[in-house]
T-cell receptor
Framework: QKEVEQDPGPLSVPEGAIVSLNCTYS??????FMWYRQYSRKGPELLMY????GNKEDGRFTAQVDKSSKYISLFIRDSQPSDSATYLC???????????FGDGTTLTVKP | DTGVSQDPRHKITKRGQNVTFRCDPI?????LYWYRQTLGQGPEFLTY????????KSRLLSDRFSAERPKGSFSTLEIQRTEQGDSAMYLC??????????FGDGTRLSIL
């Protein structure tokens, strides 16, 4: 079983919909949680970065972390066709250099 | 901030050849990371440096792989005697200690 599990989708929504993306993890030492967006043939682009539990909002994006359930979410409001990409969750513990990634969820937003 | 730069963007080589990739991190970042990504998978950690010191290597990094960061700035990743299974996207990232990693657009390696 992988340390970080992510539903691969694909997920298809109409423009303007609210999108919910999720990851679960098994390593209770993880303290830092990231969401990256990756377009085809490009590197991952950092979207959100949170420490420990709680919510963080940045424009149309909201990241939630529930450490008690080992569950993180990314919400996208008013989704746009340009949001069509693969979304990767990542996490790391305090002392580690490396991040551990999920396998990504592919999102398509239809006009 | 010019971002993380990787060269080449795409490398095609025959099985058994050696290849070398270069990564130029964001200039003020003291940490540099290498990951490998195959289709449909998330990036897998290979190794990372803090300044010029290589602090961690994954067991994925066989003895055919070697990475250097000689002056604590750019880094190279070399693969010797390439095999079919080495075909992947090789991603470089950089960060300040305690901050999230920022990725380059990767080097796509194709083994014929």
């Amino acid at each position: 079983q992988k340390e970080v599990e992510q539903d691969p989708g694909p997920l298809s929504v109409p423009e303007g919909a609210i999108v919910s993306l999720n990851c679960t993890y098994s390593n209770s030492a993880f303290q830092y949680f990231m969401w990256y967006r990756q377009y085809s043939r490009k590197g991952p682009e950092l979207l959100m970065y949170t420490y420990s539990s709680g919510n963080k909002e940045d424009g149309r994006f909201t990241a939630q972390v529930d450490k008690s359930s080992k569950y993180i979410s990314l919400f996208i409001r008013d989704s746009q066709p340009s949001d069509s990409a693969t979304y990767l969750c990542a996490m790391k513990d305090t002392n580690a250099g490396k991040s551990t990634f999920g396998d990504g969820t592919t999102l398509t937003v239809k006009p | 901030d010019t971002g993380v730069s990787q060269d080449p963007r795409h490398k095609i080589t025959k099985r058994g050849q050696n290849v070398t990739f270069r990564c130029d991190p964001i200039s003020e970042h003291n940490r540099l990371y290498w990951y490998r990504q195959t289709l449909g998978q998330g990036p897998e950690f290979l190794t990372y440096f803090q300044n010029e010191a290589q602090l961690e290597k994954s067991r994925l990094l066989s003895d055919r792989f070697s990475a250097e960061r000689p002056k604590g700035s750019f880094s190279t990743l070399e693969i010797q005697r390439t095999e079919q299974g080495d075909s992947a996207m090789y991603l470089c990232a950089s960060s300040l200690q305690g901050q999230p990693q920022h990725f380059g657009d990767g080097t796509r390696l194709s083994i014929l």
